[in-house]
């Protein structure tokens, strides 16, 4: 029997609120006979969308009614200090009181991070949340980068500290015994890359939760050569952000060109099953969903302009993450390692 599970949901952050938010929530407790969402927010506008999608009434949709929302606009700290009663920080404060066991968030980057660090507080022992995600490589499994712009500059302390919490998402979600770790850098050998890199590549080295597997160029990103690779939150947003670029570009190139010309749309017909197939497996949307990891709950960071689709694959990780019990696991990894004297300089 599966263990009852419940997540917030902020349903007015995004590009699309509640839009996007409701038919992502409402397949999930579909898909999950055992889990219940919370649903914060404005809640006049959420009954409607659940009305149009006769879910009203659904026993395992439970509304929180919330008077503010976090703009796109809002500083970080202006909505730490003003926005109490937004539906971002009532979902955070759910998690911090048990009432709901990992929160899900489309909204402002800046505001959720700031807002969940100040509220869930941090694992014993680490220095910096992280915030990672998973994009498609050219074996069966995906790669987990990070850090992804939750901090731009990081000291080598701080990487090797990612590497550990990388690992062991790896290892908990994916299921990969021994996941392979390494560090973004602008060459493999070990003479390239600054002084931080080569300090992170050394404190990995030695420990026994890191495989650690040397570094990583960009081009090895989709290779499989590697299960985790770790970087400065700078350097990981941009490659993230490409990767995304990329995929709509060949997408957006493919379809164009099959629709050039009556051959091209003949064996467009043809090989539709192959494209589906393809597009399906670099889809962004079914990646979405970066985990906000070393804080003492579950936080799940969507795109702010995810489609339903998008919105209900980050519910999905925040369920797996939830059913792994990833930030226990975490702590545990911590413990096991000895205190790393931090050597270098915070740069950030």
Do not use: W
Request: glycine letters at 8%.
């Amino acid at each position: 029997m599966q263990r009852s599970l419940t997540i917030a949901l902020d349903m007015m952050g995004g590009d699309y609120g509640p839009r996007s938010s409701i038919p992502a929530a409402v397949e999930a407790v579909h898909l999950h006979p055992a889990l219940t969402l919370i649903l914060c927010g404005n809640e006049t506008l959420i009954q409607e969308q659940l009305s149009r999608l006769d879910a009203l009434q659904h026993p395992r949709l439970k509304i929180k009614h919330c008077t503010q929302i976090v703009t796109n606009a809002d500083e970080p700290a202006y909505a730490l200090r003003n926005k109490k009663d937004a539906s971002m920080r009532v979902a955070l404060d759910l998690v911090k009181s048990g009432e709901a066991q990992a929160c899900v968030s489309s909204g402002n980057t800046g505001a959720l991070f700031a807002i969940a660090h100040y509220v869930l507080k941090m694992l014993p022992g680490i220095k910096r949340p992280a915030l990672i995600s998973s994009v498609p490589t050219e074996t069966k499994r995906p790669v987990y980068l990070l850090d992804l712009g939750a901090n731009v500059h990081c000291d080598a302390h701080t990487l090797y500290q990612f590497g550990i919490m990388g690992a062991v998402v790896a290892r908990e979600v994916q299921d990969i015994e021994h996941p392979k770790v390494s560090l973004l850098n602008i060459g493999s050998e070990d003479i390239k890359g600054h002084e931080g890199i080569k300090e992170a590549a050394q404190l990995m080295t030695r420990c026994n939760t890191i495989n650690y597997t040397g570094y990583s160029e960009g081009s090895d990103i989709f290779s499989g050569k590697a299960d985790v690779i770790v970087c400065e939150g700078f350097v990981g947003n941009v490659a993230l952000k490409t990767c995304e670029g990329i995929a709509k570009l060949i997408m957006h190139k493919m379809t164009k060109a099959l629709k050039k010309h009556l051959l091209y749309r003949g064996l467009a017909l043809l090989l539709m099953p192959v494209i589906k197939k393809i597009y399906k497996k670099v889809n962004p949307d079914q990646y979405n969903g970066a985990s906000l990891v070393g804080l003492r709950g579950i936080v799940v960071k969507s795109h702010g302009n995810a489609s339903a689709s998008a919105f209900l694959a980050a519910i999905n990780e925040a369920v797996k993450e939830v059913q792994r019990q990833l930030p226990e696991k975490i702590q545990a990894a911590f413990a096991e390692n000895e205190p790393t004297p931090n050597t270098s300089s915070e740069n950030s």
